[in-house]
Each structure stands twice: as structure tokens, then as C-alpha cells.
T-cell receptor
Framework: GAVVSQHPSWVICKSGTSVKIECRSL??????MFWYRQFPKQSLMLMAT?????????EQGVEKDKFLINHASLTLSTLTVTSAHPEDSSFYIC?????????????FGPGTRLLVL | DQQVKQNSPSLSVQEGRISILNCDYT??????FLWYKKYPAEGPTFLIS?????DKNEDGRFTVFLNKSAKHLSLHIVPSQPGDSAVYFC????????????FGKGTKLSVIP
């Protein structure tokens, strides 16, 4: 399988600060990456689709000014949670889309746990 | 409106027996389906996928069956092992060039030694 990394794996920050999470595809290029959020005991919720070299597409209800996404290269997408508040505490997971012929699969990073105090 | 449904939140199976996880979908535009395994506080791990042009795909102990007319798919794990205990997510994607995946809510599988 393909490898996707995320950094940091966990972060604790004070309310009002901004936090940047990196997502890297280590052994393949990904023109499309996705950012998900998972609340305890719930499914993955797609936040946005990140396309290399263009603006991200946000899902309904996700504030684009709060969750800034930058996909500057074919192997890196970043999610910045701006002015984080306790309700932003969650588990954030990225995935990268890999195509191989007709087959396409999303490979997920290990996730980043964010705790906002 | 839930387009991908996993109606069983949990399932317990004896080690060595078969585990069958079910998934139903409503959107006929979906043309590929994936199963992911997830441990707490980790990202999902891809297990197996199936295209809508097939009705079965097998990889080792994992087999996915697709019944398009019923809009139903299932993941069979045989024999089940204690290390298979995790939450399993069904995901569907495709249609009109969409790369996004729609996930079910997951089924927690417990394999009892």
C-alpha cells in the first residue's frame, strides 16, 4: 500500500492560537488530498477536498476562513485551524488519492489529535 | 440523508469463524466501493475495494461481495482473528468524476479468542 504521513500526531494549544497540520504522501504524488474530521464514536466527516495548485473545495457547514487549506505541491497539503477554540478539539485525518490504471484508492494518514484548552 | 449505511454498529465473532460485515447504499451513481479498518486514534487502513463492474473481489482472508441490484455489499473475513478486532468502515465513491468518498458509520468487530 501507499504511505501517507501526518504531522504532528497530536497537539495541545491554547484557545485563540492557530495550529497547522501537514499531510504528506511519501511514495506517490497526489493531485487530490482530502481532510476529514472524526468526533468520538462517529464516522469520518469530509471537511474539504484539496487540489494541488488550486483552491480547496469545502463541504457545506465547514468554515473556509477557519480551516485554511494549502496544497502547494503534489506531496503536501496543510490544514491550518485558525483561532482554535475548544469546540475545534477533534481528530483530524487526511487522505491522499492514488490512481493506478483504472483503480483509485484513498490512503489515509495516521491522524492528528487536537486538543484546544 | 445517509447514502451509505452500516446498520450493525457492532458484531462479535468467535476466533476462526467467519465475520460478515454488511453495507447498503442508496446512490446508484457510486461505482466503486472500499472497506477500511480503523483502530482508535489511528487513521483508517485500506483493506479491499471493488469496482461496480465486478461482483466479487478476494484478497487473502478478505472477500468483498457486491450486489448492485440490491445496492448491497458485504465484507467477509475468514478465518477471523483477534487482531481483526477494529471498526470497519464501508465507503463508496465515483460517479460524474467525483473522487470523494462517502463513509458509513462503521461496524465495531470484536473477535473473541
Amino acid at each position: 500500500g501507499a504511505v501517507v504521513s501526518q504531522h504532528p500526531s497530536w497537539v495541545i494549544c491554547k484557545s485563540g492560537t492557530s495550529v497547522k497540520i501537514e499531510c504528506r504522501s511519501l511514495d506517490f504524488q497526489a493531485t487530490t488530498m482530502f481532510w476529514y474530521r472524526q468526533f468520538p464514536k462517529q464516522s469520518l466527516m469530509l471537511m474539504a477536498t484539496s487540489n494541488e495548485g488550486s483552491k480547496a473545495t469545502y463541504e457545506q457547514g465547514v468554515e473556509k476562513d477557519k480551516f485554511l487549506i494549502n496544497h502547494a505541491s503534489l506531496t503536501l497539503s496543510t490544514l491550518t485551524v485558525t483561532s482554535a477554540h475548544p469546540e475545534d478539539s477533534s481528530f483530524y485525518i487526511c487522505s491522499a488519492r492514488k490512481t493506478s490504471g483504472q483503480q483509485e484508492t484513498q490512503y489515509f494518514g495516521p491522524g492528528t489529535r487536537l486538543l484546544v484548552l | 440523508d445517509q447514502q451509505v449505511k452500516q446498520n450493525s454498529p457492532s458484531l462479535s465473532v468467535q476466533e476462526g469463524r467467519i465475520s460478515i460485515l454488511n453495507c447498503d447504499y442508496t446512490n446508484s451513481m457510486f461505482d466503486y466501493f472500499l472497506w477500511y479498518k480503523k483502530y482508535p486514534a489511528e487513521g483508517p487502513t485500506f483493506l479491499i475495494s471493488i469496482s461496480s463492474i465486478k461482483d466479487k473481489n478476494e484478497d487473502g482472508r478478505f472477500t468483498v461481495f457486491l450486489n448492485k441490484s440490491a445496492k448491497h455489499l458485504s465484507l467477509h473475513i475468514v478465518p477471523s482473528q483477534p487482531g481483526d478486532s477494529a471498526v470497519y468502515f464501508c465507503a463508496a465513491g465515483g460517479g460524474a468524476g467525483s473522487y470523494q468518498l462517502t463513509f458509513g458509520k462503521g461496524t465495531k468487530l470484536s473477535v473473541i479468542p
